[in-house]
T-cell receptor, first 115, second 114 residues
Framework: DAGITQSPRHKVTETGTPVTLRCHQT?????MYWYRQDPGHGLRLIHY???????DKGEVSDGYSVSRSKTEDFLLTLESATSSQTSVYFC??????????????FGPGTRLTVT | GQNIDQPTEMTATEGAIVQINCTYQ??????LFWYQQHAGEAPTFLSY????GLEEKGRFSSFLSRSKGYSYLLLKELQMKDSASYLC???????????????FGPGTRLSVLP
């Protein structure tokens, strides 16, 4: 299994508070991703990174920011959490092989509840 | 915009064969992936197609037709443990042609009955 961990695994927070989720990998993969998964919507890309300090927005980036200061860590921050951000958040990594990024390996997920 | 469609639910019998379809309409295409996700767990990679045709991996096969924007995942000799959601995902073209942006379909929940 790919070495990906997420912390925390579960979190309950109040509306308006800041929240940071951490993704840590031991595979030295170039690409890292943050997704959210909600019933009826499947996985939706929030932000991704293609190298240290190199990030870009995904489909549902509003209300989220990310940072990647080291290859192994990718942080997702909710500056002011809202109830609509209650979701399961997955981190994923991808290896660059032969000039094309291959399949993604997913972390165990973080269940976030905003009350 | 990007659009990927899959049936919401399917049911099949242990030992049978089931085909899960995926249709996509995306701005740019750089490969199609299938993932399996058991309830409460993370998705895991099953197969990848970038060229037209069939890719076979044991009991699982995946087919792609780029001209039709269509793929399917074929599961043979179904087992109870195959009860899961199956996610179709398209990798999009990107500025540097490394294809790091992905769009996922809503997933198909497969129930395998004894």
């Amino acid at each position: 299994d790919a070495g990906i961990t997420q912390s925390p695994r579960h979190k309950v927070t109040e509306t308006g508070t800041p929240v940071t989720l951490r993704c840590h990998q031991t595979e030295n993969h170039r690409y890292m991703y943050w997704y959210r998964q909600d019933p009826g919507h499947g996985l939706r890309l929030i932000h991704y990174s293609y190298g240290v300090k190199d990030t870009d927005k995904g489909e549902v980036s509003d209300g989220y920011s990310v940072s990647r200061s080291k290859t192994e860590d990718f942080l997702l921050t909710l500056e002011s959490a809202t109830s609509s951000q209650t979701s399961v958040y997955f981190c994923a990594i991808s290896e660059l092989k032969g000039g094309r990024a291959y399949e993604q390996y997913f972390g165990p997920g973080t269940r976030l509840t905003v009350t | 915009g990007q659009n990927i469609d899959q049936p919401t639910e399917m049911t099949a019998t242990e030992g049978a064969i089931v085909q899960i379809n995926c249709t996509y309409q995306t701005s740019g295409f750089n490969g199609l992936f299938w993932y399996q996700q058991h309830a409460g767990e993370a998705p895991t990679f099953l197969s990848y197609n970038v060229l037209d045709g069939l890719e076979e991996k044991g009991r699982f096969s995946s087919f792609l037709s780029r001209s039709k924007g269509y793929s399917y995942l074929l599961l043979k000799e179904l087992q109870m443990k195959d009860s899961a959601s199956y996610l179709c995902a398209v990798r999009l073209m990107s500025r540097d042609n490394y294809g790091q942006n992905f769009v996922f379909g809503p997933g198909t929940r497969l129930s395998v009955l004894p």
